[in-house]
């Protein structure tokens, strides 16, 4: 679709990951009531802070002083395509690209729910050659591929993943052309009624952490480097330890009908035993463009790309299996240089007598030897939000657009909806429903108390998740489910109350909070009434600054910290000399009222 077709602009650059890992595991986390779980002593957030310091000694928590930024650096633009192959020659080429973001997990324990939430990006800077992209929705994480890089056994190390968002007009996307073609080019392009703006799609590899990418998992030099993250911790001060990854990327077009926040293009899964990642494919008029950028694995630490020698992408009809070959390509084509330059996209020339397709054809892309890698899953249904956050009775109708060979279905479809626990395993036994005429599947969600769970759509028997999520074949939306804690929200407004029940949680997990706000000083907190009422608003959740940043904080925890901070200065005297007081029961009101 729109990033697979031109004009289009490649970037290229590092990321830092810097989350709060302590919520991983839970003997520190319930992920379904968003509570911290604290040691039982008299100071238990000292306590757990401690606690967390002392589990970077066996190298999980590896970030226990996080601020859930990620960030771009050394990243900028590095070539552009309008149509004629990779270009480097525009003035525009090497401006630097800025982004940053909170990393946040709705569901922490596992690897499938990670999302971005910020502001705006900008390619180059104001003044020059520029695009500011401000956010029309978060940026989340699909098709993970735990297979990318066998020789970086550290952590996530081993793994990449596809980035996509999309940028809408309306949302005041703004291109500063000057004399720059690929910017001229793309500024026209969106004028179109059929665009509604841009897309970025990224992909994210070769993550190192402790700074080093020679770690593996277990070995005397990560064990070394926790030991030293945990001598540096004990030693006092601000700790946070940041993963890095490399990335690559392309910014095109959205186009109606498009998916914005995961590929919508022809879909291409992996076949058997295959090396690869799945991959996208886009049949254009004169050329077909195949995105390979979650799909080669690179197989040393020199980033090598697995070399699989000459494949071609055939188009097979489904009744008589014959296949007509649309393309072939060598190695240099998908190798490690080729694959920086282009974020992993290959265009090949498309003869003449290819140029459509029958709806009762499919596509493969091959070995040399005729043995098939990827084919296409025809049909998939796609959230239109990834991941839903929902308060306790809470109503919302959910969607899923099915693509049939990357194009909205036309027709009615039947699906088969599997629901699966947090983990992203253990599923139902399914429910058989249909869309509209359309391809949408409208999915009635009621929250009816704190959990999270998982939806998978199947559409054909290949893809039930028999075996849990499996990202290079399946899509799925996950939900996230905040428990009201009406009783919490009834508590008087003392500091006791507002403390234990609410700050107490966000500040034993995020000492990173103590750069701003000391969470556990009532005076600093209400001197904030403002700016904390504003960044906990429900209405600014999709904002970078939303408070708290895992997004955890109940209806019931809300509705006591905005009582206290509304609380006058007489009121909150009041309402402390309240709580001092020591209550009677039923005889000692009664031998006070003789002795009266």
Not at 118 to 142: D, K, P, Q
Not at 338 to 363: D, F, H, I, N, W
Not at 378 to 387: D, G, K, M
Not at 499 to 504: G, Q, R, S, T
Request: hydrophobic share 40%; charged share 20%; net charge negative.
């Amino acid at each position: 679709m729109s990033v697979l077709e031109t004009p289009r602009i490649y970037i290229k650059g590092e990321v830092s990951w810097d989350p709060i890992v302590t919520n991983n595991y839970d003997t520190n986390y319930d992920e379904n009531t968003g509570e911290t779980k604290f040691p039982n002593v008299a100071d238990r957030v000292k306590a757990f802070r401690e606690q967390a310091i002392e589990q970077t000694q066996k190298g999980g928590n590896w970030n226990p002083h996080g601020t859930h930024r990620a960030t771009f650096f050394n990243t900028s633009v590095c070539g552009f395509d309008l149509g004629a192959g990779v270009k480097t020659d525009d003035p525009f080429v090497t401006a630097g690209v800025d982004f940053t973001g909170m990393l946040v997990d709705l569901e922490p324990f596992g690897g499938f729910t990670s999302q971005l939430f910020f502001n705006a990006m900008r390619f180059g800077v104001e003044g020059g050659y520029s695009i500011l992209a401000r956010r029309t929705a978060r940026m989340t994480a699909r098709h993970i591929n735990f297979a990318r890089n066998s020789a970086n056994k550290m952590i996530a190390g081993i793994a990449s993943v596809v980035w996509q968002t999309s940028f809408a007009k309306a949302d005041g996307l703004h291109i500063e052309s000057f004399n720059s073609d690929a910017l001229k080019t793309l500024a026209q392009a969106i004028e179109s009624d059929d665009v509604l703006g841009l897309t970025i799609r990224i992909n994210a590899y070769r993550t190192i952490y402790y700074n080093n990418p020679n770690l593996t998992n277990g070995s005397p030099d990560t064990r070394a480097a926790a030991q030293a993250l945990y001598a540096k911790l004990k030693g006092g001060g601000f700790q946070p330890n940041p993963a890095r990854s490399l990335l690559v990327g392309v910014l095109g077009l959205w186009r109606k009908g498009e998916p914005a926040g995961e590929p919508g293009d022809r879909a291409l899964v992996p076949v058997g035993q295959s090396p690869l990642g799945g991959a996208q494919v886009r049949l254009g008029k004169t050329e077909v463009t195949v995105d390979l950028s979650n799909s080669v694995p690179e197989i040393d630490k020199n980033l090598t790309k697995q070399d699989l020698g000459s494949l071609t992408l055939v188009e097979i009809d489904a009744a008589s299996q014959e296949p007509t070959t649309l393309g072939s390509f060598g190695y240099d084509a998908y190798d490690r240089a080729a694959y920086e330059s282009s974020a992993g996209l290959v265009t090949l020339p498309l003869a003449t007598a290819l140029q459509q397709t029958t709806t009762e054809k499919y596509l493969e892309l091959r070995t040399a030897a005729g043995s098939p890698l990827l084919t296409e899953q025809v049909l998939r249904a796609i959230p239109v939000t990834p991941n839903v956050y929902l308060d306790e009775q809470q109503d919302l109708m959910a969607k899923f657009q099915v693509y049939s060979r990357g194009k909205i279905a036309e027709t009615s479809v039947p699906v088969t909806l599997f629901k699966l626990d947090a983990s992203g395993g253990q599923p139902d036994a399914g429910t058989k429903l249909t869309t509209d005429s359309h391809g949408v599947l409208t999915v009635p969600l009621t929250a009816n108390a704190g959990s999270i769970y998982a939806y998978v759509p199947s559409l054909s028997e290949s893809d039930q998740p028999t075996n849990g999520i499996n990202p290079q074949l399946n899509t799925y939306m996950y939900v996230r489910v905040h428990p009201a804690d009406e009783a919490i929200a009834q508590l008087p407004p003392t500091w006791d109350n507002v403390y234990a029940k609410v700050l107490a949680n966000w500040n034993a997990m995020a000492p990173c909070m103590d750069n701003w706000l000391k969470l556990d000083d009532p005076h600093q907190v209400r001197t904030f009434t403002a700016i904390l009422k504003l960044l906990t608003d429900p209405a600014n959740f999709e904002d970078y600054r939303f408070m708290p940043v895992t997004r955890d904080m109940s209806p019931g925890q809300r509705a006591l910290l905005y009582k206290f901070l509304d609380l006058t200065e007489v009121e909150l005297d009041r309402t402390a000399a309240q709580a001092r007081e020591p209550r009677m029961n039923f005889a000692d009101l009664s031998r006070a009222m003789r002795r009266g």
